[in-house]
C-alpha cells in the first residue's frame, strides 16, 4: 500500500502546472496545464492548448492563429484527431466554443510586403470521458471548422505532452 501512494505521488510531480490555486470568489481549486506548438518561421502553425480544471468542471481553450477575421460563434466546433494507442483506430472528438470571440488582428513583415491574420481564442467545455479520450490516444490533427476548415498538425512530441496534460488535469 505505501508502495503504491509513493508511486503514485511520484507519478503526479511529473505534472507541470502553469498554476494550482484556490479561486477567491468562489472557493473553488482552479488548476491549468498548457501544452505550446510555437515555429517563429511560420506563424500559421502556431496553436497552444490551455486545460483547465475549475472546481468539478474541465475546459480546454485553444488560442492559434487563422487567415481572416471572423469572429468565433458559440457552437464553433474543433475536431482533434487521435489514434487509440491500444488498436491504433482514428477517433475524432469535437468540441464546441462555449461563447463568442473576436480575433485579435495582427499584421507581420513590412510596408512592401506585409501579412495579416487572426489570433483566435476558442473555449470549449470538455468531460472527463473526453479527457481520457486524449489521455489515451496520440492526437494527430486539430481541425479549426470556422468559415473554412483549416488544419493544424501536431507532432509527436507535441501529441505526447498532450496526453500527458488530460491525465494530469483529471488528478
Given at each position: 500500500?505505501?508502495?503504491?501512494?509513493i508511486?503514485m505521488?511520484?507519478?503526479s510531480?511529473?505534472?507541470k502546472?502553469?498554476?494550482?490555486?484556490?479561486?477567491?470568489?468562489?472557493?473553488?481549486?482552479?488548476q491549468?496545464?498548457?501544452?505550446?506548438?510555437?515555429?517563429?518561421?511560420?506563424?500559421?502553425?502556431?496553436w497552444?492548448?490551455?486545460?483547465?480544471?475549475?472546481?468539478?468542471?474541465?475546459?480546454?481553450?485553444?488560442?492559434?492563429?487563422?487567415?481572416?477575421?471572423?469572429?468565433?460563434?458559440?457552437?464553433?466546433?474543433?475536431?482533434?484527431?487521435?489514434?487509440s494507442?491500444?488498436?491504433?483506430?482514428?477517433?475524432?472528438?469535437?468540441?464546441?466554443?462555449?461563447q463568442?470571440?473576436?480575433p485579435t488582428?495582427v499584421?507581420?513583415?513590412?510596408?512592401?510586403?506585409?501579412?495579416?491574420?487572426?489570433?483566435y481564442?476558442?473555449?470549449?467545455?470538455?468531460?472527463?470521458?473526453?479527457?481520457?479520450?486524449?489521455?489515451?490516444?496520440?492526437?494527430e490533427?486539430?481541425?479549426?471548422?470556422?468559415?473554412?476548415?483549416?488544419?493544424?498538425?501536431?507532432?509527436?512530441a507535441?501529441?505526447?505532452?498532450?496526453?500527458?496534460?488530460?491525465?494530469c488535469?483529471?488528478?
Amino acid at each position: 500500500m505505501l508502495f503504491m501512494c509513493i508511486a503514485m505521488q511520484a507519478y503526479s510531480q511529473k505534472c507541470k502546472f502553469e498554476y494550482k490555486k484556490i479561486d477567491k470568489f468562489t472557493g473553488e481549486y482552479t488548476q491549468r496545464i498548457k501544452v505550446r506548438n510555437h515555429n517563429p518561421f511560420n506563424v500559421m502553425a502556431f496553436w497552444q492548448f490551455y486545460f483547465d480544471k475549475m472546481g468539478n468542471n474541465y475546459e480546454i481553450t485553444l488560442i492559434t492563429t487563422l487567415t481572416g477575421q471572423l469572429p468565433i460563434q458559440q457552437g464553433d466546433s474543433i475536431i482533434i484527431k487521435t489514434v487509440s494507442d491500444v488498436d491504433g483506430t482514428s477517433h475524432f472528438l469535437t468540441l464546441y466554443a462555449s461563447q463568442y470571440s473576436s480575433p485579435t488582428r495582427v499584421a507581420v513583415g513590412n510596408s512592401n510586403q506585409a501579412f495579416e491574420y487572426g489570433e483566435y481564442t476558442i473555449k470549449c467545455a470538455v468531460t472527463e470521458e473526453q479527457l481520457k479520450l486524449l489521455a489515451s490516444s496520440t492526437a494527430e490533427v486539430i481541425r479549426i471548422a470556422i468559415n473554412q476548415n483549416t488544419d493544424k498538425e501536431i507532432s509527436a512530441a507535441k501529441a505526447k505532452e498532450i496526453k500527458k496534460a488530460a491525465d494530469c488535469i483529471m488528478q
